[in-house]
DNA sequence: CTTGACCTTGCCATCATGGGAAGCCCGAAG
DNA sequence: CTTCGGGCTTCCCATGATGGCAAGGTCAAG
């Protein structure tokens, strides 16, 4: 019989085709760090465990993980990237639902967008007005100091 | 003689111009949760204190608080806004210092909208393929799960 | 004196991420 | 078999700016 102790078994993982945390990372471009985070919070289930207590991942669960990793490339925040797996996830789906999160997330950029872009706006009216020179007098400082003027 | 025990002595200090920290917070728009973490990590003097320990501050006090209100509107880290307080209370300061930080933050201000649009303009194009009704299947979906079509 | 509003400090939470320490494990080389 | 580098584990801390809450002291008005 080959029922061995179960010494060399990170190996016999491996063959079958499951990938440690490092691979894992180096497969998804998810840190280390942040497949243990991920789990901590409930985002992917807890991984699989060698004897050893190492974390094993199966191929479905790196394609979870390129998911998420995608997702946080759009912005999405966690709570919403949930909501996007759930979805994935979920045959009977709307594609409205999706489209609708999708929306969502359009309209808080533009928020932010909009919000840094009146920042620009008012800093580079006043630099422009400012001399940069080696003398003092700073229509910069100015304002901040609330010099109305 | 006059020397009474140190007990109506916040009234004083507010005759004399001093003002506790709601006060301050009021005439500033910075939260005295904010102006106690401000002095805390330096940004601001250690306020000076009545004998019961309340915080006191001096229109002087106040005109910096504002000051710093208006460059965290401008989007300007703590950091930075060290730097321009600095520059500020420096009467032999290089008004190209100033712009110099003021470009700089703008030119960060730049590179985080630029990403944010590049997130939207990926997001819009996905969104704008995705039918968006009942049925479940979705171009966002599959994007995210990798499938490049 | 009581009461309500305000002040104090301190700790925790956010959001997503990185860094580091201490200790165990694996695989290869000697 | 021993050793050694690198990878894995958990746990704690830090970021940046802000809010919230709790326990306790203080002030001012009634």
């Known amino acids: 019989m080959a029922t061995r102790t179960p010494r060399p078994e ?3 993982a491996r063959e079958r085709g ?3 945390i490092g691979e894992a990372s180096g497969q998804t471009q998810v840190s280390a760090k942040m497949i243990r985070h991920y789990e901590s919070i409930g985002l992917i289930p807890p991984a699989a465990r060698t004897f050893a207590n ?3 991942y199966s191929d479905a669960d790196l394609h979870r993980l390129r998911f998420i990793h995608r997702a946080r490339n759009l912005g999405f925040p966690i709570k919403q990237i949930e909501k996007l797996l759930g979805l994935w996830n979920d045959p009977g789906r709307n594609s409205a639902e999706v489209r609708q999160l999708a929306r ?3 309209a808080e950029l533009d928020a932010r967008i909009r919000e ?3 920042m620009q706006r008012s800093l580079e009216a006043l630099a422009h007005h400012c001399h940069g020179d ?3 007098e700073c229509p910069i400082l ?3 100091a609330g ?3």
Do not use: K, S, T
């Open 18 to 20: 499951f990938h440690n």
């Open 134 to 136: 080696e003398r003092p």
């Open 142 to 144: 100015d304002d901040l």
């Open 10 to 12: 990170l190996a016999e």
């Open 116 to 118: 840094m872009q009146a």
């Open 104 to 106: 969502a997330q359009i």
């Open 147 to 149: 010099i109305v003027a």
């Open 54 to 56: 190492y974390r094993l």
